[in-house]
């Protein structure tokens, strides 16, 4: 009976020991390749869930709720007001409009005072949105605004409207904390004397 290398012919010998050298001295680099392969496919994998599931920020900026009365001072408008801004100047529009929110709070106001109470009859509210929009340029000096957002518009009868708290100044505001912390630092003012 013959051995398994005695029935291989000389050509296919000479091939398997030939091929048995080159494992031999470059199985280091083949692993490295392969390794180099699988971490490509993983990152390319990731990279295109994280694309496709990728949410883009809103460009539309809230600047907070307003009370308009009515003509005959038995109505109040609640306005929520927000700031659409350019989608490609987003960050710098947002910073612009968060370094200046209490001037344009001020501003906001005084044009919502000074306007005709007539206006508040028109459905889509262009003229006060032209108004807001002209006034806020005109305090914070650039062109960041592409249009004035009015939403959650509901008529308060006088008799019904409660005004919302005042603002604590001395209050820190919770910005970007989470839940956690904000419990956190509200068991900590308890505590301190």
């Known amino acids: 009976m013959l051995s398994g290398r005695q029935s291989l012919s000389p050509g296919r010998g000479l091939t398997w ?37 990728k949410i883009a920020a809103s460009n539309e900026i809230p600047i907070g709720v307003y009370y308009v009365q009515s003509g005959d001072k038995n109505w109040v408008s609640q ?48 003229e006060i949105k032209e108004q807001i929009k002209n006034a806020v340029e005109d305090a914070l000096q650039e062109q960041v605004i592409d249009r ?18 005042a603002y604590e100044l001395t209050a820190p505001e919770a910005i970007f904390t989470s839940t956690q912390a904000a419990t956190d630092d509200k068991a900590e003012s308890e505590v301190a004397p």
């Open 17 to 53: 020991i030939l091929f048995m050298l080159i494992v031999r001295r470059y199985w280091i680099a083949c692993l490295v390749i392969c390794l180099v392969t699988l971490h490509a496919v993983i990152i390319g994998y990731v990279r295109s869930e994280a694309a496709r599931i």
């Open 79 to 126: 306005l929520r007001i927000h700031l659409l801004v350019q989608p490609e100047r987003r960050i710098a529009s947002k910073a612009i409009i968060e370094r200046h929110r209490w001037l344009i709070h001020e501003v906001v106001e005084e044009r919502l005072r000074q306007i005709d109470p007539s206006l508040l009859q028109d459905v889509v509210l262009l």
């Open 148 to 165: 004035v957002l009015v939403n959650d518009r509901v008529e308060i009868p006088i008799q019904r409207f409660q005004m919302p708290p």
